[in-house]
Structures are given as structure tokens and as C-alpha cells.
């Protein structure tokens, strides 16, 4: 029995301490972990961030962080970080005041984290006397936004420091932008004018907004002004009449011929008279009128357009006019010219034949001499070369003057050179007519030139189908004279000769030549100074491509070169047999299909892949068409060519290239004087 109430008094005492232990964790539980809360939330904000555990951000940052945390320090040097401090802005992405403000996104931000880079723990004091200003003023920031309801910013030292430091550095590079501005303007515009010179001018016209030499101090804007105005007037009295405004149309008119008085011929503001002044004041006033009255924008463009078109027609037809009228004078001899030669050819033919003969006629075929070949009926240009060559030549007396010419003129050009000798020079004139062997049976040229289909090219040009009609410069009598192909029969003219000089009769020599007798042609033919440039003077140019027999034995990009100074090597031509591929391309183009006429296309086709280059040093083109041709070129040129319509000797010549010309005529000769070929 006292067992069993012990056993019983032990299972009580055991049942009540068990329902007090489960009372005592009911009630204490609880409490513990508000308490316990509370003391956490209070230890979390009076702890500094840099005072807290690395243990507490391991266990709220994920791996990424991590590893982005342990990385971020060995990436950036304290210098590297400095750099970035001072030149991004306060409100960036990678604004190193965010870090100190405390401004990162939750993913950005942790506590407790000791450095360990030596170079990120060894920043200069200012920066963290910056840090601890900036907490201050977070600080006081917090506190002033409780109170007042917003944030004052206050600005530290060193954040006003690197804010002009910021300052200075974008005016320096807005002054760099502004310089290199300036310098791509400039480039462009040099780039501009060198664009110019390359453009064919003879098509273009001669004036360029980007040529230099065509700017002008003096812009004549008082002359625009009033053209302007009588355009304008001349719009508005069209629409007033058409309108009926009578009393408006009649003070137009009366204004309109007033300021077409007062331009005249004016060309610049120096031109106009005292009155022009008022009289722009006036028309301004009727035109002020006339706009308020009568303006319709539709009217007013229809009647621009009609005049714009009707001056581009005008423009059209004075273009024509002006390729008839130079097609014209280029064909003609000045009466200078044909003074000079009826009078040298008169003294000529009453000399004695044995004063009719020219000396040294034993160097004539000595191969070891320089020899020329000059084919010209133009007495005075044939001296301009001669005298010009000899005149710079270091030995003339080495030098061989072969002059041709027809029969009209071969008597002035022996009597010239004979009241002329060439100095120490050898110099030999004969006339294409007496060649015999020259002949259309032999000469396709020639047997072509006597056809009535030529001769209606040439002579009917009224005809409405001639082409003659509508292409001008193929009708020039140049292409009808046998002296024009004379340099495809130049190993039959010269037999004896090894190598030979071609030289046109519209060239001026202004260096010695004799170093072209040693250059090495490399087994070619034609020794010639090539003018292509980007896409002009190619074979495609010349010759008809859509020609099957052009089209398969020519490039069309092939480099086009020029006649008018030419060496050739006349054995290379007999073994290729030159002059037999020239009659050959000849008789194909009987009807003119391979290209038009003239000499240039069958030189082209004759000596393809058969003309080695020469430097362009060596002859310069274009001083009968271009004005642009630079001064520089002209003067370091061996030889100058005024091939086109402009020849020095023509009054349509180009003044500025003139001298080069003129300097080597004999003004002092009592023939020139009196034909007045000196003025």
C-alpha cells in the first residue's frame, strides 16, 4: 500500500509539472520573440554599416553578389576609382556619391564587409573626410525632411571642385569640337576645289563656286538685287493684266523700264549710276503693292516656271549658235595668216631654183640625228614649233626638221625658212602632192575622200539626213587633207630612219627633247603620253562598241593617249607592219560605222597594246579648250598642246595661254609686221 501511494503521489506531482512547464512556454514563448524581435530591430538601426556582421550579408545575398563582392575591389585601383569620381555625374549609374549617400538598390548594398585590397584600404584622407561630411549631411538631410517635408541639398567642398573641374573639361572639349569643325570645313572645301579641277570645263562652262580664282570680293549685290526685282516686276505685270489692274500693270511698266535703264550693261555695282538707289527704293514700293494686291502662289510659280523654261530655251539656242559660230572661226584662216603666205609664196616662185635649196641636205637621212616629222599648211604655227625647238634645244645642230605641206602653201613654207634658217638646225620642206606612191588605189583614205557619199557628207549640209548637218567639227577641212593621215605612211615617207618624232603644228617646245630618242619603248611602237582619267578619254569614248568587229578586239576601258607628240620606232613598225592594220581598220569603216572621222580612233585601233606611256611631264594638253589647266603643269612641260578649237593663232584664243605661244613668233620680221600678226 505505501508503494502504491508513493507511485500515485509521484504520477501527480510528475502530470502538474508537466502542465506548468506547458503553461510557462505557452505564455513565455511569445514574449520571448516579440522581446527578442524588438532588441534585433533596435540593434539593426543604431549599429553603423560598417559595423555589422560579414556573416548576417552572406546569409541575404545570393551567390551572384558574392562573387560580384569579391571581385568588385581587385577590378579598380584607388586612382582608377578618383578618375571616375571626378568625371561622371552625381547622378549616374556609377556615381561613387551613391555609394556614400546610400542610394544602391537593396541587390547593391551590404554591411560588414571588411576590405582586404591594400589599394582600395589606403584612400587618401579627403576622400573619407568627404564620406563623413556626406553621412552628416544625410543625416541632416533625414532630420530636415522629417521636420520641414523636403531634402536641402548642401554642396561639399570637394564636390564643388570636381564640379569645375567638370566645367573646365566640357569647354575644352566643346573648343576642340569647334577647331576640328573648322578644320573638316576647310578639307572639305580643298576637296572640293580639287574635284573641280578634274571636270571637263569645255562641258561644265568655265565658272566653279568652288574655283578660288572665280572668287570675288565685290558680290555686285546691288546688281542681283535689281535683276531680282525685274524678274518680280515682269511676274506681277503678267498676272495684273491678265487680272485687269490696268493703273497696277502701268505703274509696273513704268517702274520695269526704269530699272532696266538703270542696269544697261552694268555688270557690277561700280557700273550703276548715282539714281540706281531710289530707283530699287521705287520698284520695291510698287512691288510691295503689286504682292499685296495680286499674289497667288500658284499664279506666281506657274509664271516663274514659264520664264525659267522659256530662258533655258533661249540658253539652248545661243548654245548652238555659239558651237556653229566657234565651229566656224576655228575653221578659217585669219587674214594675217593668209598675208603672211601669199606674199612669202609671190618671193618664193621668183627665186632661181638653185637658190630654192635648203643646206646640210646630207643629214636628211642620217639615223644617227634627231629627226622631226612636221606635217602642217600653217606657216606661222610650222615656225612657232621649229623656232621653239631649236630655241631650247642643248645641241641643235644634232637636230632634223622634216617639214610636209600641200601644194597651196609649200612655197611660203620654203621661202619662211629660207629668209629664216634654223641656225645650226637642218631643216628640209616637201610637198604631200608630189608623193606618188600616195594614191587611192593604195590609200584607202583617199579613195574614200573621192566617194559621193563623202562628198555629200561634206558638202550637203542642208541635206536633213546629213549627219554633216548636225555635227559640225567632223566638217572641218582638216579630215579632208591628205596631211592629217600622213602619220600613218611615216616609214614611207622616211625609209632611211630609224626613229622619229611626230609633232602637231598647234604645239610650243619648251624643253630640250632629245632624252626621248633614249627612252625604251619595250618593244612597242608609239612612245605617247596617255590621257585617261577617271571614266573620260577611254576607248569607249572613240569607237563604236556596239560594233561586233570593235567589240571583240578592244577594251572600252582601254587608256586613250594623245597625237601631237609622238615618238616612233619605225623598225618596230615595219616588222608589225603598222600601216597595214591601219588600211585594213580603214576599209572596214568605209561607211563610218567603227567611228566617225578624224585620226585619233584609227590611232587608238593601229597601235593597240602597241604605245607604251610616257611621263605626263612630257607634253600637256588642253590649251585650246580648257581654262583650267594648271599654271604649274604648263610651265614644268616639255611641250604644250593647244589642241581644240582655241589655237593661239585664232582670236577666240585663250588670252592667258597666248604668251607661251607668241613669245617664239619673229615679231621683228618685216612680213609679220606688216600683216600685223605682231599685235
Wanted: one cysteine or more.
Amino acid at each position: 500500500m505505501a508503494i502504491k501511494k508513493g507511485t500515485q503521489r509521484n504520477r501527480v506531482s510528475g502530470s502538474v509539472f508537466a502542465i506548468a512547464v506547458l503553461i510557462t512556454f505557452s505564455i513565455l514563448a511569445p514574449l520571448l520573440f516579440f522581446v527578442g524581435r524588438g532588441l534585433y530591430i533596435t540593434a539593426s538601426t543604431t549599429f553603423d554599416e560598417q559595423d555589422i556582421s560579414s556573416s548576417s550579408i552572406k546569409q541575404d545575398l545570393d551567390w551572384r553578389e558574392k562573387l560580384a563582392l569579391q571581385n568588385v575591389k581587385s577590378l579598380f585601383s584607388s586612382e582608377v576609382i578618383n578618375v571616375i569620381k571626378a568625371t561622371t555625374n552625381d547622378f549616374g549609374p556609377l556615381s561613387l556619391d551613391s555609394f556614400r549617400k546610400n542610394n544602391l538598390s537593396a541587390s547593391w548594398k551590404f554591411v560588414g564587409q571588411e576590405i582586404q585590397d591594400e589599394k582600395f584600404s589606403s584612400s587618401t584622407k579627403a576622400n573619407e573626410i568627404a564620406a563623413k561630411t556626406v553621412q552628416k549631411t544625410s543625416k541632416g538631410k533625414e532630420e530636415d525632411s522629417s521636420g520641414a517635408g523636403h531634402i536641402q541639398f548642401v554642396d561639399t567642398p570637394a564636390k564643388l571642385a570636381r564640379r569645375q573641374l567638370r566645367e573646365k573639361r566640357r569647354e575644352k572639349r566643346a573648343a576642340d569640337l569647334v577647331k576640328q569643325d573648322d578644320a573638316v570645313t576647310v578639307k572639305l572645301e580643298n576637296a572640293a576645289i580639287e574635284r573641280s579641277k578634274s571636270v571637263d570645263s569645255a562641258v561644265l562652262g568655265k565658272y566653279n563656286i568652288w574655283r578660288r580664282e572665280n572668287e570675288n570680293e565685290n558680290s555686285d549685290s546691288t546688281v542681283r538685287l535689281i535683276r531680282d526685282q525685274i524678274i518680280m516686276a515682269r511676274v506681277y505685270l503678267s498676272i495684273a493684266t491678265m487680272k485687269n489692274q490696268t493703273d497696277l500693270a502701268r505703274e509696273l511698266q513704268n517702274r520695269l523700264k526704269e530699272s532696266q535703264h538703270t542696269l544697261a550693261d552694268a555688270n557690277s555695282d561700280s557700273d550703276l549710276s548715282r539714281s540706281a538707289p531710289e530707283k530699287i527704293k521705287a520698284m520695291g514700293q510698287v512691288l510691295s503693292k503689286a504682292k499685296e494686291k495680286l499674289y497667288d502662289c500658284k499664279l506666281v510659280t506657274g509664271k516663274l516656271r514659264a520664264m525659267l523654261q522659256t530662258a533655258d530655251e533661249q540658253v539652248r539656242s545661243l548654245k548652238k549658235q555659239s558651237t556653229f559660230l566657234s565651229q566656224l572661226a576655228a575653221k578659217t584662216i585669219p587674214n594675217g595668216i593668209h598675208c603672211l603666205s601669199m606674199r612669202l609664196s609671190i618671193d618664193y616662185y621668183l627665186l632661181s631654183p638653185e637658190k630654192r635649196k635648203f643646206p646640210k641636205s646630207e643629214n636628211l637621212e642620217n639615223p644617227k640625228l634627231y629627226h622631226y616629222a612636221l606635217f602642217s599648211d600653217n606657216v606661222l604655227a610650222a615656225s612657232v614649233v621649229v623656232n621653239s625647238a631649236i630655241m631650247n634645244a642643248k645641241e641643235p645642230e644634232k637636230h632634223v626638221f622634216h617639214v610636209v605641206s600641200d601644194k597651196l602653201n609649200f612655197g611660203a613654207m620654203n621661202m619662211w625658212f629660207l629668209l629664216n634658217p634654223p641656225g645650226k638646225a637642218t631643216i628640209h620642206v616637201e610637198n604631200v602632192d608630189e608623193f606618188k606612191w600616195l594614191n587611192s588605189s593604195y590609200c584607202p583614205v583617199l579613195r574614200q575622200l573621192e566617194s559621193a557619199a563623202m562628198k555629200e557628207y561634206y558638202f550637203k549640209s542642208d541635206h536633213a539626213t546629213s549627219a554633216g548637218s548636225s555635227n559640225l567639227k567632223y566638217r572641218n577641212p582638216k579630215y579632208l587633207s591628205m596631211l592629217n593621215h600622213l602619220r600613218f605612211y611615216l616609214p614611207q615617207v622616211y625609209p632611211k630612219l630609224d626613229k622619229i618624232l611626230f609633232l602637231d603644228d598647234d604645239i610650243v617646245v619648251q624643253k630640250d627633247l632629245t632624252g626621248l630618242w633614249s627612252v625604251d619603248l619595250h618593244g612597242k611602237v608609239n612612245g605617247a603620253v596617255e590621257t585617261c582619267g577617271e571614266s573620260f578619254h577611254r576607248f569607249d569614248k572613240y569607237l563604236n562598241f556596239s560594233n561586233p568587229h570593235i567589240a571583240r578586239n578592244f577594251d572600252p576601258n582601254a587608256c586613250g593617249w594623245a597625237y601631237g607628240m609622238n615618238i616612233f620606232d619605225l623598225k618596230e613598225w615595219k616588222k608589225k607592219d603598222i600601216t597595214g592594220i591601219y588600211h585594213r581598220w580603214q576599209n572596214l569603216n568605209e561607211d563610218r560605222v567603227l567611228w566617225k572621222l578624224g585620226t585619233l580612233p584609227p590611232g587608238l585601233m593601229t597601235f593597240y597594246r602597241l604605245t607604251h606611256p610616257l611621263d605626263k611631264s612630257w607634253h600637256v594638253l588642253g590649251l585650246g579648250y580648257n581654262p583650267t589647266v594648271d599654271k604649274t603643269d604648263i610651265e614644268n612641260a616639255a611641250v604644250i598642246h593647244y589642241n581644240g578649237n582655241m589655237k593661239p593663232w585664232l582670236e577666240l584664243a585663250m588670252r592667258k595661254y597666248r604668251s607661251y605661244w607668241s613669245k617664239y613668233i619673229k615679231s621683228d620680221h618685216p612680213y609679220i609686221h606688216d600683216c600685223k600678226l605682231s599685235e
